[in-house]
Each structure stands twice: as C-alpha cells, then as structure tokens.
C-alpha cells in the first residue's frame, strides 16, 4: 500500500494524497490580478490530481508583492479573479491552497525572464521596499524603509484581510510565506533584523512579527481552515538563522495554531536560490541543491514538535518521494520544477507504485481512453 497516495485529515480537510504543488510565481499577473493564464497553469495541476495544489506566493498588499507582475489579495477584484480556479481545481476533488505573503525588502524587482534585477528607483512601476532594517538585501538592490510599529501592526492586518479574501475565494488552505528572504524571514533573520525595538533583538524579539500575523490569521479564519507556515530552515550564512530557531519558531507555531511547517531554506542574502553550479563544481552544503537535500529540516520538525512538516527540493522520483512519506520524514511532499515539467506527475507516480493500476485516479473524461492506451499497448508490446 502507497503511503505517498493515502488520504491525510488536517482539521476539517482531507488533503486525498501526500503530493503537493509547491507555490510558484509565474510573473504574469496584472495589477495582482490572475489571468487566463493562471487558470490554464493551476487547472493542470489538478487534472495532474496532486493532493493539494498551491498559488504562487500572493501579496497581502501593492508593496508586498516580488514583481509588478506578481499576484494579489487586496482587494475584491482579486477574489473575482480567482474563483474561477478555484472552483475549477476543487471539482477535481483536489484541496485548493493559496499562499500568502510579503517580500519586504526583496520587492519591486523583474522576473526571473527579465533578470531578476531590481527596478531602477525612476521606473514607473517601482516602488519602495521595506524592512525590519534599513539594510539592503544585496549589492544592487536599493536601501529598504524600515517599518514602524505602526506599520508593522497595519502589514498584520493585511494578512488578516488577505485571511478572509482567501476564504471568500474558496481557498480551502492558507500558507504564509516566512521563508527565502522576504519580509516575515528578514524579521527573524539576524542578518536582516537590526531592530532595537519588541519586534528586533533575541529571537522571541525576532519571532514576534510572524507570530502576531499567524495569531491573528488563526483568529480570522476559524478553526477548520489549515494553516502552513514556511520556513527557511536555515539562513546557510554565518551567524544566520539556525535549525535550531526553526525548531524553537515550530513550537511558538503550534502554539499558535500552525498545522504544518513547510521546511524550505536560504535567500536571506539576496543570492540566487536556483544557482546549480559555481564554475561547473557543484555547489556544498545549504547551497547544494541534491536530492531531497531540505529532507532532514522537515525531519527534524517532524521529529521534535508536534506539528506536521513538508519537505520540499529537487524530488524527483515517485520512490523518493514514497519513501520521504513511508520513512515519517515528512507527512506532505512539496513538488516545484519537476511538477512544472510533467504537471501529470502524481497520475505517473500512481502508475510507477502500483497505486492506481486501473487508472481510476485520472479524470473521467480521460480514464476511459488512458485505459484503452494501456490495452493497445499491452497488444502491441
Ligand atoms: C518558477 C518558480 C517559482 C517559485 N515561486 C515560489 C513562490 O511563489 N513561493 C515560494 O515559497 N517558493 C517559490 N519557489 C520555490 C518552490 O516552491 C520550491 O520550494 C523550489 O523550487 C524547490 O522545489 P523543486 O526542487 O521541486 O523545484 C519557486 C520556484 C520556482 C522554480
């Protein structure tokens, strides 16, 4: 029996197998709107029948989002815009998930295609970025405006409202972004928070940003919604964020009400999270991007708190992942680039483990056709 296929029960959802479609922006929003293009992308990972299938990270307000391309969750238009998908990935009997965010002083910059650069200050469509510090993220990228407490209570309040948007739009999981760098990571990552204030210092200081937005997202959304958080695990940099802080956020987390921690890790400095190579050598440690290399984060939270963790990075293979899921590494596998090149990943990975051998799992529309391509082939082998 595939564990990587059984169904798993988070408060009042039932999620019908372990396989998840990691965030992933797709630059190709208009005033954070989503487009035909969205549908097509996300209504293809359903079809694929992922148990969960993840929006890109979406920004709880203008500023909050990584490019002006970005998707968002501000206003009402927004929700309009996502119903559709919504109800479209739910109709395949697959969870729908949004996850929420802000990237802080990692902003205003041009997708990956573009450069990934930051805007130049007189382009139009840039904006000032902010910070817990006034501390750029990297060479090249401008000073960020470090937030007042003031602003800071007004950012939790934008992800309470982003909370209810997502309900409205039939969302049925939320994940906030505290990872790669963006706003809720800079707040707990000491290279990126100088702060003297409640919100800087020792790590509860640090802490207390993305816990006053989960506190106040668990209050919005009741008690049946599951709540993800991700994390960057660790920084990967000297006298960074460490396993250790992850374990000790975890349990503020379940405190609060989190249910699962997605253990991503790194993009605190700015550096490009996709590097593979540095002249051809393989990159080591935190940077080095081999099999299931996040696995032992998601592990460790597993392990030690009680909350559910996701393991996320470079898995490929449906074995990999059954055994990530068999071995209680994980409880929920996060799919990205290997998702985007065969969307029909989970249908596949059924096949390969033997867990849907008459193609029971596949949309009906295409079931009876997919079977008698198996028969053709059966004859013809
Ligand atoms: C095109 C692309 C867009 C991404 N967008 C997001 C995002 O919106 N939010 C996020 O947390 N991670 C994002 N990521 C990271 C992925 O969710 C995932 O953690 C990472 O790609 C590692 O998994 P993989 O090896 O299966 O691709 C993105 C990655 C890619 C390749």
Not at 18 to 27: D, G, Q
Not at 247 to 269: F, Q, R
């Amino acid at each position: 029996m595939s564990k990587l296929f059984s169904p798993l029960t988070i408060r009042g959802i039932t999620l019908p197998n372990r396989i998840v479609v990691s965030p992933l922006c797709m630059y190709s929003g208009i005033d954070g709107l989503a487009q035909p293009f969205h549908f097509a992308h996300l209504s293809t990972f359903a079809r694929g029948k992922a148990g969960l299938v993840f929006t890109e990270a979406t920004a709880v307000n203008p500023e909050g989002r990584i490019t002006p391309q970005c998707l968002g969750l501000w206003n009402d238009a927004q929700v309009r815009a996502f119903k559709p998908i919504v109800d479209f990935i739910r109709s395949m009997g697959v969870v729908a998930g949004i996850q929420l965010a802000h990237a802080g002083r990692k902003g205003s910059t041009a997708p990956p295609f573009f450069g990934a650069k930051p805007l130049p200050v007189d382009d139009p469509s840039a904006w000032s970025t902010v910070a817990p510090s006034a501390i750029p993220v990297g060479p090249g990228f401008p000073d960020p405006d470090a937030l007042s407490t003031d602003d800071i209570h007004a950012i939790v309040q934008d992800f309470v409202a982003a909370s209810r948007r997502a309900i409205e739009s039939g969302f049925q999981v939320i994940e906030l972004h505290g990872a790669h760098g963006y706003l809720m990571h800079s707040f707990l990552s000491p290279i990126a928070n100088k702060r003297t204030d409640e919100y800087g210092g020792d790590l509860a200081g640090r802490m207390r940003f993305a816990l006053d937005v989960c506190k106040s997202v668990r209050e919005a959304v009741g008690n049946d919604m599951p709540l993800f958080f991700r994390i960057s695990a660790v920084d990967g940099v000297e006298a960074g964020w460490s396993l250790d802080d992850s374990v000790a956020l975890s349990n503020e987390l379940a405190a609060l009400g989190i249910d699962v921690v997605d253990c991503s890790s790194g993009g605190i400095s700015g550096a490009p999270r996709f590097r593979v190579a540095d002249d051809g050598k393989p990159l080591q440690g935190s940077s080095a991007r081999t099999p299931g290399f996040q696995v032992p984060y998601a592990e460790k939270i597993k392990r030690t708190t009680d909350l559910k963790s996701m393991a996320v990075g470079v898995i490929i293979d449906p074995e990999q992942a059954e055994s990530i899921i068999s071995e209680g590494q994980a409880d929920l596998v996060a799919l990205g680039r290997e998702i985007m090149y065969n969307p029909f990943w989970p249908l596949h990975a059924a096949q390969a483990l033997n867990a849907d051998p008459n193609f029971d799992l596949w949309p009906p529309q295409y079931k009876w056709a997919v079977d008698r391509r198996e028969q053709i082939r059966k004859l013809n082998r």
